[in-house]
């Protein structure tokens, strides 16, 4: 996907990337090839070399380049360029916005988990995160990460993001996770299909007050499920809305409104 975008270059948006699409340039190879209608001989080559050093970074798996080009909310074309080097994170607390008590990191494969008072280390946890090109997370720009930096500091590699609760809306699913989880058929086991964030934080609260692990093993199962939903959730929203994003139809009405060509 980030390889047949063109929204990262100067001055270039949604409609008018559809417009160089229409002119059947799908890749940064065509762009470079071609020339395209609507960008003068003058500014193509500016955009050649844009292209040219993003296609750089992007060999060389420096997915930090595309944290500067790219708007967050555009991260999730890096996905199927840098998914076997995501990780899937989830946190619980104590509270909304309480302690941190239980993170979830998931690779695709395999699941850590990181307990308080138990293995969790802000220098193992930063030294982790680190190793990874791509964070996935549902609602984590809005609540893992400020809480997680609240409570670490500066722990977060400077690496894209993507959140998959905006990713969803986009598509028209809207909803907590759960919810969506629901609506594309993705199936938790019957004990955990109705939990959520306060019941997480009572969990860890009935295991602080008794010490009985049978209470720290169902929250820490809890914490899986989301880490681990959380990729086919990520394979159908993005795969679907880069469907949406390439076949919308561009209208006259929405060429009318552009004031200047590319």
Request: no cysteine.
């Given at each position: 996907m980030i390889r047949n975008s063109f929204i990262f270059l100067d001055k270039i948006g949604p409609l008018k990337e559809k417009k160089i699409w229409k002119q059947g340039i799908h890749s940064w190879d065509d762009f470079l090839e071609k020339n395209v209608f609507g960008i003068s001989r003058y500014r193509k080559p500016h955009y050649d070399r844009?292209?040219?050093?993003?296609?750089?970074?992007l060999y060389k798996d420096n997915s930090n380049y595309f944290t500067k080009i790219l708007s967050v909310g555009e991260h999730w074309r890096l996905y199927n360029y840098f998914k076997e080097d995501a990780v899937f994170l989830d946190i619980e607390t104590c509270s909304y916005y309480g302690m941190v008590t239980v993170i979830g990191l998931y690779d695709g494969i395999e699941t850590k988990t990181m307990i308080r008072g138990i293995n969790l280390d802000k220098e193992v946890l930063k030294k982790e995160l680190q190793k990874y090109k791509l964070i996935v997370t549902f609602n984590g720009l809005s609540y893992d990460v400020p809480v997680l930096k609240r409570y670490f500091g500066d722990i977060i590699p400077d690496v894209p993001h993507i959140d998959l609760r905006h990713v969803c809306s986009k598509i028209g699913l809207?909803?907590?996770?759960?919810?969506?989880?629901?609506?594309?058929?993705?199936?938790?086991?019957?004990?955990?299909?109705?939990?959520?964030?306060d019941d997480a934080a009572a969990l860890w609260d009935m295991y602080h007050a008794t010490g009985k692990e049978k209470?720290?093993?169902?929250?820490?199962?809890?914490?899986?499920?989301?880490?681990?939903?959380?990729?086919?959730?990520?394979?159908?929203?993005?795969?679907?809305?880069?469907?949406?994003?390439?076949?919308?139809?561009?209208?006259?009405?929405?060429?009318?409104?552009?004031?200047?060509?590319?």
């Open positions: 844009q292209i040219l050093k993003a296609r750089e970074n809207k909803g907590g996770l759960k919810v969506i989880e629901e609506m594309i058929g993705i199936k938790r086991p019957t004990l955990l299909r109705n939990y959520n964030g209470y720290l093993n169902l929250l820490v199962e809890y914490n899986e499920e989301d880490i681990i939903n959380l990729k086919p959730l990520a394979e159908h929203s993005i795969k679907n809305l880069w469907k949406m994003t390439k076949n919308e139809i561009i209208t006259k009405n929405d060429i009318s409104n552009i004031k200047k060509e590319i």
